[in-house]
């Protein structure tokens, strides 16, 4: 409707204003649907063309117009030229306001051609000069025309281009027209002596074509090139992050000429927290953190994997593009992800919001894609920046770090050894002393516990001992469980008072993670001479003095002495013969008889480890099974105790008659007990010996369970399930708490021989011994009297209730063959037996 309008509205005007002429001089060269064709030729090559450029300089409107002046009469011209501009306009979009206006410039300017060319009909020959003149200057009133109509409507439409654009731009289309017009006259004399030839024409018109086509296109690239430099100049130039993401922005949607530029900003540390901004044409937002919807979120994360950029358009956008689209209120946007050397650092998205602007095509997504390698680079660039002033930051944090302990705060080994080094280079008369400070049994709170403990509990321990110190002292964390002090003056009396108070600031339990726990602590403590004592030799006497005081009972400071080297080196040599011998299988049983004291028959053995050690003899348990637990061999030295006494055990049921219900008794360490493999072990060590689980029964210790109550219940209570029987030995001696009785799942005490011994002149030992043993059978337990040394000790725990007796009385532990001729004799004689 619109094109049938604007023809009335041309044929009208060309009606009032034309004068009568002659009619086509030329009617039967070309048909009018070769020239409809030509028009629409012409009209999608305009509106293919790269720039202005093209149109203005190749005309090819103008030269069809020319060549329909002298072919086709005007009315016909008229409807022929809209018709044809429309279905052009068709082809490439819709009837949009931007084609529309040239849709009206172009029936106004075919108009003033027609009117012009028609006022000249009557003049004289059209066939001659006088009808090239008229034609040529139909079409420059037809450019003026134009060019008046398309002025006016940029100006209605709030542009305002500049006069000297204006001017060249005209001149190049006067000129452009004047060309193309003479060629379409030219064809219109060929066509009349021979129609082959005027083909030939189209020759140099293509060619022109193709070459504007070429010079447009480097052109144009070369005007984004500049685009491209001035944005990233003025990016570069400006102030401060925030105004540098602005520029860019703005840069980016100024360069493609869309509505909205959005960016989202990784962050370098790899962590899901996001920055956000966008500029719109006439508003923006701050850089801040993500506040994206699902949609954006999804789509950021897709177009951050994506090769390239990606162009989305709502009418054929899915998934979470599309919602993208909505959320930002965009009808198309491309997308492209910001790829730098160390990854992608974000993605930026360019869009227009109304549905009737320019598509984005190819040429647009080339674009962006450069252009986004430059902010890329930019990007790049400014978080190095922030790199190196995060750099200097670091440099101070290595610098702490490098001298201090990451855990506590407290100053590291070498941060220590320097001060010591200060201190020994002070006054002579000075007294600088070190203090070494190591835990005892860390390990095994460590190891039940977990890492996570036992760091919380050596923070807490830092911060004791900082209390415990002077303010001009120096506290260090050495490594482990180990800590220093530096005390700068005072001599032995200060530093040894200082110890005192370490030692002391540590006998109250610790709370981690809800649990009370028990930790202490041994002090060794070395003095200096400025000038006569080297730092290493400070620091390893200080060492020395320590395991000096940890071997001399724990829980208590040494001061170096020279002769300590002499047992630190003996107890070197006695750890590597241990581990050799551990390694060798070296470590031996020897077992207890445990009787039955009313029929005074052996009902079970007690299994000990036994060391005997080349040209040195039998080592004593107590020499050696501290010293394993420490160095973390007591879990191998107890799997290997509990094979050979279980095998044995079997062997001595079988070959014994009256023995077929023999029991074995084995110790658990505190180490074996956290160990959790034991209840594994112990099931495959039954399975191969062949020996019942009833009759093993194992033997623990309060402390020993203590240590890490909760595991070591639930450790006992799988024992029991799998049908061994528990003691708790040494009763009396550790926490002796009614609760763990209640607790426990043991089937009987062992008294310790601490309280046996005393009988029967000790009068307090007799009421203990008696309350025990009334309090075990009340809760159905079986007692055992351990230490028993004499008849009448005998008869007196047997007296009290008590069920079953062991000690020298009975017999000392013996070896493989005093064993078993022990068992030979049944019911034991009434004094003690002896067999080596």
């Not at 010996?689 to 029964?697: I, N, Q």
């Not at 809760?779 to 040394?789: F, I, R």
Request: proline share 4%.
């Amino acid at each position: 409707m619109l094109a049938v309008a604007l023809v009335a509205s041309a044929a009208g005007a060309y009606q009032l204003l034309a004068p009568r002429g002659a009619p086509p001089t030329d009617p039967g060269i070309a048909s009018w649907w070769a020239l409809g064709l030509l028009f629409v030729a012409a009209e999608l090559y305009v509106s293919s063309s790269w720039d202005r450029l093209e149109e203005l300089a190749l005309a090819p409107h103008d030269a069809v117009v020319a060549l329909s002046l002298f072919l086709i009469d005007p009315a016909g011209l008229l409807a022929l030229q809209v018709a044809a501009a429309a279905v052009a306009f068709i082809v490439v979009g819709s009837l949009s306001r931007a084609p529309l206006s040239r849709f009206l410039a172009l029936t106004a300017g075919t108009g003033a051609s027609l009117i012009v060319f028609s006022s000249l009909t009557g003049v004289g020959d059209l066939q001659g000069p006088l009808g090239w003149v008229s034609a040529l200057a139909a079409v420059i009133a037809g450019l003026v025309t134009r060019s008046l109509a398309e002025i006016a409507y940029a100006r209605l439409s709030g542009e305002r281009p500049a006069r000297r654009d204006l001017e060249r731009g005209v001149a190049l289309a006067l000129a452009g027209a004047v060309a193309s017009a003479s060629i379409a006259v030219a064809a219109v004399e060929l066509l009349r002596t021979d129609r082959a030839a005027a083909s030939l024409l189209l020759i140099p018109f293509l060619s022109v074509a193709l070459a504007l086509r070429a010079y447009s296109r480097e052109h144009r690239r070369l005007v984004h090139l500049r685009l491209l430099y001035d944005s990233m100049q003025t990016v570069h130039r400006a102030s401060g992050r925030e105004a540098g993401m602005h520029e860019l922005l703005d840069a980016t949607r100024r360069l493609l000429g869309t509505d909205l530029a959005w960016i989202v900003l990784f962050d370098r540390r790899g962590t899901d927290a996001s920055l956000v901004a966008w500029v719109g044409s006439d508003e923006s937002s701050h850089l801040g953190p993500s506040r994206m919807t699902g949609s954006q979120g999804a789509a950021v994360e897709l177009v951050a994997g994506a090769t390239g950029p990606l162009l989305v358009q709502r009418r054929s956008a899915e998934g979470v593009l599309a919602g993208m689209l909505v959320d930002l209120g965009l009808d198309q946007a491309i997308a492209t992800p910001l790829r730098g050397e160390s990854g992608v650092l974000g993605v930026l998205v360019v869009g227009d919001r109304d549905p009737a602007a320019e598509a984005l095509g190819s040429e647009s997504m080339s674009l962006l894609e450069t252009y986004a390698e430059h902010a890329a680079i930019l990007l790049e660039n400014d978080r190095l920046e922030q790199s190196v002033s995060d750099l200097e930051e670091l440099k101070e944090q290595l610098h702490v770090q490098a001298y201090h302990d990451a855990l506590t705060g407290l100053p590291n080994r070498s941060l220590f050894a320097e001060q010591v080094a200060n201190a020994l280079s002070g006054s002579p008369d000075a007294a600088p002393a070190v203090l070494f400070l190591d835990l005892d049994d860390f390990k095994l709170i460590n190891d039940s516990l977990g890492h996570h403990a036992g760091d919380e509990l050596l923070v807490a321990v830092a911060h004791r001992v900082r209390g415990a110190v002077r303010a001009g002292d120096v506290p260090a964390r050495l490594g482990g469980d180990e800590f220093a002090v530096l005390a700068q003056d005072g001599g032995a009396g200060e530093a040894e008072r200082i110890a005192e108070r370490l030692v002391r600031a540590l006998e109250a339990p610790f709370t981690i993670d809800g649990r009370e726990m028990s930790v202490h602590a041994s002090v060794g403590i070395a003095l200096g001479r400025p000038g006569a004592t080297t730092v290493d030799e400070l620091l390893r006497n200080a060492d020395v003095a320590m395991y000096s005081a940890k071997h001399g009972g724990k829980r208590r400071f040494t001061t170096y002495a020279p002769k300590m080297h002499t047992r630190i080196r003996h107890r070197q040599e006695l750890v590597t013969a241990l581990e050799r011998a551990v390694e060798r299988d070296e470590i031996g049983v020897h077992y207890q008889p445990i009787v039955d004291l009313e029929t005074r028959a052996m009902v079970a053995v007690e299994a000990l480890a036994r060391w005997d050690r080349p040209l040195h003899g039998l080592i004593s348990p107590g020499a050696f099974i501290p010293l394993a637990d420490e160095i973390g061999l007591m879990v191998g030295i107890g799997r290997s105790v509990l094979r050979q006494a279980c095998r044995q055990a079997r062997s001595w049921q079988t070959a014994f008659a009256g023995h077929e219900s023999l029991r074995v008794n084995v110790n658990l360490s505190p180490s074996e007990l956290s160990d959790t493999s034991l209840v594994a072990d112990i099931e495959s060590i039954l399975k191969d010996s062949g020996l019942a689980p009833s009759r093993l029964v194992l033997e623990i210790t309060e402390s020993g369970v203590m240590r890490n109550p909760d595991d070591a219940l639930a450790t006992m209570s799988t024992l029991r399930e799998l049908g061994v029987s528990l003691a708790l030995d040494d009763f009396g001696t550790g926490h002796s708490s009614l609760a763990h009785l209640r607790e426990f799942p043991i089937d009987s005490l062992k008294i310790a021989r601490e309280f046996v011994s005393g009988l029967p002149e000790g009068h307090v030992d007799n009421v203990f011994v008696d309350a025990i043993v009334r309090l075990a059978s009340s809760l159905g337990l079986d007692v055992v009297a351990e230490g028993v040394e004499s008849e009448r000790q005998a008869a007196l725990v047997r007296q009290f209730g008590c069920g079953f007796g062991q000690g020298y009385y009975f017999g000392a532990p013996l070896g493989l063959l005093g064993v078993s001729s022990y068992l030979g004799a049944h019911p034991l004689p009434t004094g003690s037996l002896r067999v080596a």
